[in-house]
């Protein structure tokens, strides 16, 4: 079963606003990572927070993670024209699972942002 | 550049045709994976590969076979496919099996004719 579902699926805003996505789960992780994609492209790596920890930045971004609630928000702040492609949350199981070592990955949201 | 380099980045195949995707990556990471990415589908894990053995087949038909030669270099042999396999095909590694973060390449485009 699908493991990560991102909300909203598309989201559309204007430069300088801050964009928010949101990553529900299922089952136990080890960690959770967000992932960014442009049109056609391979992911990039973005942040990964770990079950113990509960937030995390880089640069403009802020990850928090609730295990009580199995969710996750992205948030971007001062966003830019560039920051314009698809959002996506991936968890990793814990060991001793037959899901461990490998990431599930949501459908994603498409982030749109207008200069 | 990612450090995972996939070739070719676009192919075009027919149903009778057998094709090959490569990947390659000089990271120095040890598990290898091949996800699958259709239009409006959460990105599919197919293969993975960790110290070049083969820990996982996720029920991906045979007309798929990968292919590991060493910790460096993945392939993914395609023959008979279906018009339904045309996807964006995209090799990741990781240091370990269930280590950290992925390094993804940038992906074949693949279309079935």
């Known amino acids: 079963s699908q493991q990560g579902e991102e909300d909203p699926q598309a989201l559309s805003i204007q430069e300088g606003e801050n964009a928010t996505m949101n990553c529900s789960y299922k089952?136990?992780?080890?960690?959770l990572q967000w992932y960014r994609q442009n049109s056609g492209r391979g992911l990039v790596h973005l942040i990964l927070?770990?079950?113990?920890?509960r937030e995390k930045h880089s640069g403009r971004l802020r990850v928090t993670l609730d295990t009580s609630k199995k969710s996750s928000s992205l948030l971007i702040t001062a966003s830019r024209a560039a920051d314009t492609a698809s959002y996506f949350c991936?968890?990793?199981?814990?060991?001793?699972?037959?899901?461990?070592?490998?990431?599930?990955f949501g459908q994603g949201t498409i982030l749109t942002v207008h200069p | 550049e990612t450090g995972v380099t996939q070739t070719p980045r676009h192919l075009v195949m027919g149903m009778t045709n057998k094709k090959s995707l490569k990947c390659e990556q000089h990271?120095?990471?040890?598990?290898m994976y091949w996800y699958k990415q259709s239009a409006k589908k959460p990105l599919e894990l197919m293969f993975v590969?960790?110290?070049?053995?083969?820990?996982e087949n996720n029920s991906v038909p045979s007309r798929f076979s990968p292919e590991c030669p060493n910790s460096s270099h993945l392939f993914l042999h395609l023959h008979t496919l279906q018009p339904e396999d045309s996807a964006l095909y995209l090799c990741?590694?990781?240091?370990?099996?269930?280590?950290?973060?992925?390094?993804f390449g940038s992906g074949t485009r693949l279309t079935v004719v």
């Open positions: 990741a590694s990781s240091q370990v099996q269930g280590g950290g973060n992925y390094t």
């Open positions: 089952t136990s992780i080890n960690n």
């Open positions: 927070i770990r079950s113990n920890e």
């Open positions: 991936a968890t990793a199981a814990n060991a001793g699972g037959t899901s461990y070592g490998k990431l599930t």
């Open positions: 990271l120095g990471h040890n598990a």
């Open positions: 590969y960790n110290f070049k053995e083969q820990t």
